[in-house]
């Protein structure tokens, strides 16, 4: 990545992910995020998600949404912001208020509302 080869460095990074080493994330995430790279980045996030199942960190969770929301993807968001929530993240608030206006659902609107509320109360 630091070469700015990130099709290379996602071939390498990929694996670790997949194994749940999470060392390459920080300095790969945002590379990716600077090149409007999401799908890519997206699923990288995923991949180390899914290498945790349930125990998961909810910052990796949080970072999941993040992503996903800036995509467009209502419910993935959801789904991996409400797990953050739950988990203790409090950064995830502002995913939770876009899933709220975004959803097509409206009780998942009114659940990520609820979410939303109980990590950030000072913010509506």
């Known amino acids: 990545a630091r070469r700015g080869d990130l099709d290379e460095a996602l071939r390498w990074a990929r694996p670790l992910c997949e194994e749940?080493?999470?060392q390459v994330l920080p300095e790969l995430a945002p590379r990716l995020q600077r090149a409007r790279r999401m799908p890519e980045l997206a699923s990288l996030l995923g991949a180390a998600v899914r290498s945790?199942?349930?125990?998961?960190?909810a910052d990796l969770r949080a970072d999941l949404a993040a992503v996903l929301a800036l995509q467009g993807d209502a419910e993935g968001a959801r789904f991996h912001g409400v797990r953050a929530a739950a988990a203790g993240n409090r950064r995830v608030g502002s995913v939770l208020r876009w899933v709220a206006r975004h959803h097509p659902e409206a009780a998942a609107r009114s659940d990520a509302a609820a979410w939303a509320r109980s990590v950030?109360?000072?913010r509506r």
Request: without cysteine; aromatic residues 8%; negative net charge.
């Open 52 to 57: 945790f199942d349930d125990g998961a960190p």
């Open 120 to 122: 950030d109360p000072e």
């Open 20 to 22: 749940g080493r999470l």
